[in-house]
């Protein structure tokens, strides 16, 4: 009774709700009644997720988890444990503080420890879930090769989900208890279960099809972070999209299989805003990816499909869409050559960063805000930019929220732009900030932005320099930037070749990267060629 009124207060006066779950924990912990520990325990956290919550409220969610782990560790609830982990884990990525990586690896490997539990192998939707947390850690912690070794060792799991006939499409996880079947857990509206003459706790998560979009989308992120213009990360997504078409189709909603007759009126809306929002995110990493290969066309039209998905009827978060829209319109803009109108969007109230940094992991908000400053310094570094002048301040600006940010391909660009725009630095200096650029970019395969790096560096420590180490660094250069698929800077690198080539009295070779640079300059967007310097192609 008390966890249906809770339930149903959440909806209302979620703050009311918490509170009055409180008294009713304690006193099933005074008689020990540890089915229903486990229930109003679990309520209790599920209720901190939806608020989406402070940091108190996590804390105290945390503690809820401890004391739900201690009791299965007395009573062997080897599947209560597993699951008790894995919402720790997930509470603490939740939670952006300094320590949550960290906090979230010890809770998964603790869940990991309880593998051979009879218990808790069976259950591989818990196990299912404990992979995609993990693989969004690794990804938080700027590690994408561990995150895409993960996301590999993931897919035989989800295989195994895809066809197991016990498990129907509704998202129902069932896990067992050491407990025997008694009056406690009759009759319960179903949070209790007995099958085989064994108490079972139910959960709901998400239905099969649901879990195999949701799959695709983090396949498609990982493969992206792991190798930037990665080809296999756009059929993942185009994978994820045709799901949630089908999903979406007026001939499936009729289905069985998509929407269960046993399925309530609000879960059946919420389940189609969940196919509303993927489908968003779907086209905005579409668009993403598009971007990394400069394919203008394609990440203008993914956008505009993004821009056109109706957000169902509870938008999750309005704010963040909206920056996602206008951040990767911006880019676009830019990549096209439309500089000025991407500087008016980048600068935008919407893409402002906070006043100050905070001392908790960077949100997806201001990490956009970051980018989006990153790529203003990118247009206003132009000593001809009627801007330049606060180049450096803008800068300088960005500088307290990367210094320890995770994610390496920002550092290194952070560092970059510090070797080039101040030119009364330091030699020493300089080649520091190149090489904290190079070792970051290197770490997470940004082939991008390490031949970027190695142009610049050939352009400002080897012009109209004639020897062996000019000539080596600049063929680097040009092999990097192949492999980097850009073809802006393999015309910059191409431009450079020529160059080196002619110095050295290497007519031959000069010739051939001359007409390759012909060729890649081309196939530019016209606003590019505008702004391209044919005759010199040099960073």
């Known amino acids: 009774m008390h966890h249906l009124s809770a339930r149903a207060l959440f909806v209302t006066k979620s703050r009311l709700a918490l509170k009055t779950l409180d008294p009713v924990i304690s006193a099933v912990e005074a008689y020990k009644f540890i089915p229903w520990i486990y229930a109003l325990r679990f309520l209790r956290v599920t209720f901190t997720f939806q608020l989406g919550a402070s940091h108190q409220d996590v804390a105290f969610a945390v503690q809820n988890l401890k004391a739900i782990s201690r009791h299965a560790a007395e009573d062997d609830d080897g599947a209560i444990a597993l699951l008790s982990a894995t919402y720790e884990a997930m509470l603490h990525l939740r939670s952006m503080t300094a320590s949550s990586i960290e906090d979230a690896k010890r809770a998964i490997a603790a869940a990991k420890s309880l593998q051979f539990h009879p218990l808790a192998q ?5 196990w299912a879930l404990l992979d995609c947390t993990e693989v969004i850690c690794y990804l938080m912690e700027g590690n994408p090769a561990l995150a895409a070794q993960k996301a590999e060792q993931m897919a035989p799991r989800m295989d195994e989900i895809r066809v197991n006939p016990k498990l129907n499409d509704d998202g129902l996880v069932l896990v067992p208890l050491r407990t025997t079947p008694s009056s406690l857990t009759a009759y319960t509206s179903g949070i209790f279960r ?6 079972h706790l139910a959960f709901q998560w998400l239905p099969r099809r649901d879990l195999w979009s949701f799959c695709f989308l983090i396949n498609a992120i990982t493969a992206q972070a792991r190798t930037f213009a990665d080809l296999k990360s756009e059929a993942y997504i185009r994978e994820g999209l045709k799901i949630l078409k089908e999903n979406l189709s007026e001939s499936s909603l009729d289905r069985s299989g998509i929407l269960p007759q046993s399925c309530s009126l609000n879960a059946s809306t919420r389940r189609l805003d969940w196919w509303l929002h993927m489908r968003w995110y779907f086209h905005i990493y579409m668009s993403v990816n598009a971007c990394s290969r400069a394919e203008w066309s394609l990440a203008l039209q993914s956008l505009d499909e993004a821009a056109s998905c109706p957000t169902g009827g509870r938008d999750l978060n309005p704010a963040l869409h909206t920056k ?13 050559g439309e500089t000025e109108k991407a500087l008016l969007l980048y600068q935008s ?3 402002r960063l906070p006043i100050n940094a905070s001392h908790k992991l960077q949100d997806l908000e201001t990490d956009l805000c970051i980018l989006a400053t990153l790529n203003s310094v990118l247009i206003t570094i132009d000593p001809h930019h009627p801007e330049h002048m606060k180049t450096a301040a803008l800068h300088q600006s960005m500088s307290p929220f990367i210094v320890n940010h995770t994610n390496k391909s920002l550092r ?8 080039i725009l101040n030119p009364q630095d330091k030699l020493i200096d300089k080649k520091k900030h190149f090489h904290n650029c190079l070792t970051a970019a290197r770490a997470v395969n940004n082939t991008q932005l390490v031949s970027i790096a190695l142009s610049l560096m050939c352009t400002m420590f080897f012009t109209n320099v004639v020897g062996e180490q000019a000539r080596k660094s ?10 980097s698929k850009s073809t802006l800077w393999r015309s910059v690198a191409a431009g450079l070749q020529e160059q080196t080539c002619l110095r050295h009295g290497n007519e031959a070779e000069a ?5 390759d640079g012909e060729q890649l300059v081309t196939a530019l967007p016209d606003a590019v060629k505008a702004n391209f310097d044919v005759n010199y192609r040099g960073a």
Do not use: C, N, P
Not at 122 to 126: F, T, V, Y
Not at 194 to 199: A, M
Not at 412 to 419: F, M
């Open 412 to 419: 290194a660009a952070h560092d970059l732009l510090r070797s």
């Open 474 to 483: 600049v063929s680097s250069a040009r092999a990097l930037a192949d492999r």
């Open 511 to 515: 010739m051939a990267a001359a007409s």
């Open 194 to 199: 007995v099958i085989d003459k064994v108490d």
């Open 122 to 126: 069976r259950l591989d939707q818990i």
């Open 324 to 336: 996602w829209e206008l951040f990767l319109k911006a880019s676009i803009l830019q990549g096209t």
């Open 349 to 351: 109230s919407d893409l």
